[in-house]
């Protein structure tokens, strides 16, 4: 079975495409001046590695890849990286489509891919935009296997003006929830691998074919019809799976609303004692995410980033449930295995996974 980190395959984008429009379009973004910068790529330093000693005492995890290591970007850069991160990723979905159906290879034709490359550049672009940091799970070939914690400069400097944030504080709140995302990939043995994995069995089952992308738009039609909207759960990724896609998808909803909910609680009890605006922070950046309207909602779930925000409550409620019914040392069990990960079912029910996992749960009302 062939591996994510293998870039043999047939390439799904024309990714030099995606990176030119990054580019451009960060020319209409004032950039930092030199000392801004600087002072950012010090408190960042400073913050990820204290970042890293506070999550590994609130959790037990130890990272098996070196020390934590923080960079500091612009929107373009960020970009740049995720079109790195992107194509590494998607690299077997070029040798899926290529082995597949011949009527999917139209997808791998130079125009096809223009236009992917157009496409992930534009979404990149918005969402470069919004992101105040990030952990690199693909790192490029010959990088330290930790990959980097990404920080947007610009982005965090703008939100620290707007809000008369504290800059030491707040950026050292941004790399608890970061540090917290690298140490529960590095720090648990077989969490890359399994998340690759993931990616790896929804990639090679396929392009739906034409009676698959029918059914998918009937069900979106009774979604609609009922009151629901398809595309804030899944995106619209998930709105064109295939059953079999869309069961690979939702097992990969459950991990990383585990992944993003853990984070969250992370922060908070890291942070405590260490960053005293941490309510304010958190009050002013759930606001922020729920503030899109309009196009900028459309875009927002049609990428599946409306599903994220809800991982960030759910996988929250899930660890602040276990922890308060059975202790941190039955969550831990969350970490010994694959077969341990709750499901979406059980994120939503808490106990159910309690009592699978050996512990004591009240009853169901």
């Known amino acids: 079975m062939g591996t994510v980190d293998d870039n043999s395959g047939p ?146 400097v703008a939100l620290e003006r707007r809000h008369g944030f504290a800059p030491r504080e707040f950026r050292l709140w941004i790399a608890l929830h970061e ?32 009676h698959q992308l029918l059914e998918s738009l009937r069900r979106a039609a009774v979604e609609f019809w009922e009151g629901r909207n398809p595309l804030a759960e899944v995106g619209l990724v998930g709105l064109l799976a295939s059953p079999d896609q869309l069961t690979t998808l939702r097992e990969a909803q459950a991990l990383m609303s585990l992944l993003e909910g853990h984070g969250e609680f992370v922060m908070a009890r890291a942070g405590e004692g260490e960053v005293a605006g941490a309510t304010r922070f958190a009050s002013v950046l759930a606001a922020r995410r729920a503030s899109a309207k309009g196009v900028a909602k459309l875009v927002q779930q049609a990428l599946g980033l409306e599903a994220k925000l809800h991982q960030y409550s759910a996988g929250r409620q899930f660890v602040e449930a276990v922890e308060t019914e059975a202790g941190a040392r039955l969550f831990a069990r969350v970490w010994e295995s694959p077969e341990m990960l709750p499901t979406m079912e059980e994120i939503g029910a808490p106990g159910r996974w309690v009592t699978r996992a050996g512990g004591v749960s009240a009853p169901s009302s």
């Open 11 to 156: 390439e799904l984008a024309a990714w030099d495409v995606a990176t030119r429009i990054g580019r451009e379009a960060s020319r209409f973004t004032t950039p930092l001046d030199a000392r801004t910068r600087h002072r950012l790529e010090v408190d960042f330093d400073e913050a990820t590695a204290r970042a890293e000693e506070l999550v590994e005492v609130a959790t037990g995890l130890r990272s098996t890849a070196g020390r934590a290591r923080g960079l500091v970007v612009d929107r373009a850069g960020w970009v740049e990286a995720n079109v790195g991160s992107l194509r590494r990723l998607l690299a077997l979905a070029g040798r899926a489509i290529a082995e597949s159906d011949p009527r999917g290879r139209g997808a791998l034709s130079p125009a096809a891919r223009v236009a992917a490359g157009v496409e992930i550049g534009l979404q990149l672009t918005w969402m470069s935009s919004k992101v105040l940091g990030q952990y690199d799970l693909m790192p490029f070939d010959g990088d330290d296997a930790a990959g980097f914690v990404y920080y947007v400069g610009p982005n965090v």
């Open 179 to 210: 540090v917290t995302h690298r140490l529960q990939f590095t720090g648990v043995p077989w969490m890359r691998e399994y998340f690759l994995g993931l990616v790896e069995r929804g990639m090679s089952l396929g392009v739906p074919d034409a």
